[in-house]
């Protein structure tokens, strides 16, 4: 048995070999055990990636199911945010890239989404997002884009729009506007002297950390010691600002909550010599269940395997440090 499967309290292996979830299967015996894997491309054939891939729009997006006159963002903005959605299902759970047609679809839609500047611009109007930005590129990193020039350009706007204490923040905030503001044709510009988000900055390390260039950078390790710095504290924006959101996980990875910056700072090059990240492994430690879970507070949502979805992202974490 690996050292970190004994420093745990239970060994999560059976239990989540057991979930009868062939793709979690798959990525405990691939990725878990070393072991040898069928190719990749069995788990696209699986009906729930059929029935999702059957939802997707001749345009690459997914429709967004819900929305109407009364919110400010429009109907083609909340496809954008529903086909981020869907590919990360696609991406992270059934390991599909742009060798499928379907992820090739929509990897193109949302690049259509980016601006000459770099951002990917509309899920907050005609605000700037590096955190959407962010998640969006390190989805289209995992689907094969990493050496894709749109992809460089989206890295060198992030790089630009840092707060001066090298982290990020979402601009609009910086200058205490609020969100209705997103209908305003002018784009805001951040203050950059205002201090860094954590909830922000977690999930630009996400395209960092996914990056064969920028995960080992010093800008992703500077970015990465500010993070874990504010593990379970309150973030100094009023969004998802309160402690307890680093303890409300989902899967895929959303916001930023303690198993998702782990997991970036793990591939980032940190190490448990890192007070901070040291202590979150060990919170994480006390919360393994008898059956070898973990007890977090999981975000609500139609998956029945989370909690094994999420100790498989906790065992590779675990594994990496």
């Known amino acids: 048995m690996e050292n970190w499967r004994r420093e745990l309290r239970v060994d999560p292996i059976p239990t989540l070999i057991s979930s009868n979830n062939r793709a979690i299967q798959y990525f405990v015996r691939r990725g878990l055990l070393n072991e040898n894997a069928e190719p990749i491309e069995t788990l696209w054939e699986l009906p729930e990636v059929k029935r999702l891939l059957r939802r997707q729009q ?13 919110h400010l963002r429009s109907q083609e903005d909340y496809n954008q945010i529903e086909t981020y959605r869907n590919l990360g299902i696609l991406i992270e759970k059934y390991g ?11 990897a193109e839609f949302l690049f259509s989404k980016q601006t000459p500047q770099g951002d990917f611009r509309g899920i907050y109007g005609n605000q700037y997002s590096p955190n959407y930005s962010a998640a969006i590129m390190e989805l289209l990193i995992k689907a094969g884009y990493d050496n894709d020039l749109r992809i460089k350009r989206g890295f060198r706007w992030l790089l630009s729009i840092r707060q001066n204490d090298e982290g990020w923040a979402i601009p609009l905030r910086t200058v205490g506007a609020k969100y209705a503001d997103i209908a305003m044709a002018i784009t805001i510009e951040p203050d950059l002297a205002k201090p860094f988000s954590h909830l ?19 800008e992703a390790v500077t970015a990465g010691k500010l993070l874990a710095s504010r593990f379970f504290k309150r973030d100094v924006y009023p969004d998802r600002n309160t402690p307890q959101y680093w303890e409300s996980v989902p899967f895929p990875f959303w916001f930023t909550d303690i198993v998702s910056a782990l997991n970036s700072l793990s591939l980032i090059g940190l190490t448990r010599e890192n007070h901070d990240i040291d202590n979150a492994l060990n919170w994480l430690k006390r919360r393994q269940r008898d059956d070898g879970l973990f007890e977090l507070k999981l975000q609500k949502g139609k998956d029945k395997d989370l909690k094994f979805w999420l100790c498989l992202a906790i065992c590779r974490l675990f594994k990496r440090f």
């Not at 001749?58 to 009364?70: A, C, L, T, V």
């Not at 599909?96 to 929509?106: E, T």
């Not at 922000?200 to 395209?207: E, K, S």
């Open 58 to 70: 001749e345009d690459g997006s997914w429709k967004y199911p819900g929305g109407g006159k009364e």
């Open 96 to 106: 599909l890239d742009n060798r499928h047609p379907a992820i090739k679809k929509a």
């Open 200 to 218: 922000v900055t977690g999930v630009v390390l996400r395209a960092f950390a996914a990056s064969g260039k920028y995960s080992k950078s010093p």
